[in-house]
């Protein structure tokens, strides 16, 4: 997005900078919960691009393999926002509902929790993948917040996705997201990936990028 900006907006590359979020990789690393390495993470669910639809997709067939998967849904949820009672929303609230209606009507109904807002770094402690399936996303912080718990991201790729986060963690289809959680990930090392990714935001390279811009 920071090239696609560079190229909507007619901007003089060496005069634009970008400033990540960072995570607090120390914060999120703590042990796991007994049993995480069954337990599926979806960070916000709202709005419709995020696609629950293709979270519960995966955990469907995951629960078809083995019944102690579990997919947590953190965050609030779309009947909780008052703009998404308009009547511009009306489609994406049938959406929801539809995807709430799939749950009650399926045998796996109480394997699919909806948890509202709380400290992550606890509630990550159970979480042994973290989903992103949204059509789009800027960077996705759920994604690196996972990988410093020392959860497995299980991303589908959107644009942009293999240039912010290891290649091997992008699945292109939902049945290799399946077999990634299947396999027990890809050998890699999240916790060192989260902290390779922080080093490159680290404050220090801020503080000189906003020193440069007031210069």
């Given at each position: 997005?920071?090239?696609?900006?560079?190229?909507?907006?007619?901007?003089?590359?060496?005069?634009?900078?970008?400033?990540?979020?960072?995570?607090?990789?120390d914060l999120?690393?703590k042990?796991?919960?007994?049993?995480?390495?069954?337990?599926?993470?979806?960070?916000?669910c709202?709005?419709q691009?995020?696609?629950?639809d293709?979270?519960?997709?995966?955990?469907?067939k995951?629960?078809?393999?083995?019944?102690?998967?579990?997919?947590?849904?953190?965050?609030?949820?779309?009947?909780?926002?008052?703009?998404m009672?308009?009547?511009?929303?009306?489609?994406?609230?049938?959406?929801?509902?539809?995807?709430?209606?799939?749950?009650?009507?399926?045998?796996?109904?109480?394997?699919?929790?909806?948890?509202?807002?709380g400290?992550?770094?606890?509630?990550?402690?159970?979480?042994?993948y973290?989903?992103?399936?949204s059509?789009?996303?800027?960077?996705?912080?759920?994604?690196?917040?996972?990988?410093?718990?020392?959860?497995?991201?299980?991303?589908?790729?959107?644009?942009?996705?293999?240039?912010?986060?290891?290649?091997?963690a992008?699945?292109?289809?939902?049945?290799?997201?399946?077999?990634?959680?299947?396999?027990?990930?890809?050998?890699?090392?999240?916790?060192?990936?989260?902290?390779?990714?922080n080093?490159?935001?680290?404050?220090g390279?801020?503080?000189?990028?906003?020193?440069?811009?007031?210069?």
């Amino acid at each position: 997005y920071f090239e696609l900006m560079i190229a909507e907006f007619s901007l003089q590359r060496e005069k634009c900078k970008m400033i990540f979020n960072m995570v607090d990789t120390d914060l999120l690393d703590k042990p796991k919960s007994l049993g995480f390495e069954f337990n599926l993470g979806m960070i916000g669910c709202v709005p419709q691009s995020k696609r629950l639809d293709r979270a519960l997709d995966i955990f469907e067939k995951l629960y078809a393999e083995d019944k102690r998967y579990k997919l947590f849904v953190k965050g609030k949820r779309p009947e909780d926002y008052p703009w998404m009672h308009s009547e511009a929303r009306k489609l994406e609230m049938d959406y929801f509902r539809a995807q709430y209606q799939r749950i009650e009507d399926s045998d796996w109904k109480d394997n699919v929790i909806f948890e509202g807002y709380g400290p992550i770094d606890t509630w990550l402690q159970k979480i042994g993948y973290v989903l992103s399936v949204s059509d789009f996303e800027s960077f996705h912080l759920a994604v690196a917040e996972g990988m410093a718990s020392g959860a497995y991201s299980v991303i589908l790729e959107w644009p942009g996705a293999k240039t912010i986060y290891p290649p091997s963690a992008v699945n292109g289809s939902i049945s290799e997201a399946i077999n990634t959680v299947l396999m027990g990930g890809k050998g890699l090392d999240m916790k060192l990936n989260a902290v390779a990714f922080n080093q490159k935001v680290q404050s220090g390279k801020i503080i000189d990028i906003l020193d440069s811009v007031g210069n």
